[in-house]
């Protein structure tokens, strides 16, 4: 069974940083891509970065673009979002979600961790 | 970027009534569409990918359809565990995957 697990969120100084991780169980981050999703209180959901299952190859949202780097821990299975220079607009619920297809990137989201929240705020 | 637009942003209905929830895309992202469920508190579950094929362990009362610019996704006769926020998302065009901003199906 797939299992998404993700941590690292919490209260944090507008301009400051965060890591976030998700830890995988049942998948292998080396065949699939998976992501970060992110939804601010009340709000829809919005795609912020992904990483490519075969290649390693990033994508990003422009409005995280030069400030938020994904990674991943092949060794661990552990993805990883290193968020810079936080604004008010970045709190959200982060959510990690993997492809539904592996081998590529470019497909629907079949799993989703429980998700974990990250407040901007002085 | 391809823009989801979803309508309508509220539909209240009865339990066992038909549901019937739009997606539109700004330019044609031919089947490359996928339908969410969200319920209070919990993470999105993938109900409906490539237009119209339910995900894994999903009831026969969740149709998708559509193509290129327009798709819908019908409930049949609603069940109170139906009742949740809906959302679309398009993959053909990315990187940047889009979502609509989702429909809250409430019980009338």
């Known amino acids: 069974e797939v299992q998404l697990v993700e941590s690292g969120g919490g209260l944090v100084q507008p301009g400051g940083s965060l890591r976030l991780s998700c830890a995988a169980s049942g998948v292998t981050f080396n065949i699939y891509s998976v992501s970060w999703v992110r939804q601010a209180p009340g709000k829809g959901l919005e795609w912020v970065s992904g990483i490519g299952g075969t290649d390693g190859t990033t994508y990003y949202a422009d409005s995280v673009k030069g400030r938020f780097t994904i990674s991943r821990d092949k060794s661990t299975n552990r993805l990883y979002l290193q968020m810079n220079s936080l604004r008010a607009e970045d709190s959200a619920v982060y959510y990690c979600a993997k492809e539904r297809v592996g081998y590529s990137t470019g497909w629907s989201f079949d799993y989703w961790g429980q998700g974990t929240l990250v407040t901007v705020s002085s | ?108």
């Open chain 2, 1 to 108: 970027e391809i823009v989801m637009t979803q309508s309508p942003v509220t539909l209240s209905l009865s339990p066992g009534e038909r549901a019937t929830l739009s997606c539109r895309a700004s330019q044609s992202v031919s089947n490359n569409l996928a339908w969410y469920q969200q319920k209070p508190g919990q993470a999105p579950r993938l109900l409906v990918y490539g237009t119209s094929t339910r995900a894994t362990g999903i009831p026969a009362r969740f149709s998708g359809s559509g193509s290129g610019t327009e798709f819908t996704l019908t409930i049949d006769s609603l069940q109170s565990e139906d009742f949740a926020v809906y959302y679309c998302q398009q993959y053909n065009h990315w990187p940047p995957y889009t979502f609509g901003q989702g429909t809250n199906l409430e019980i009338k």
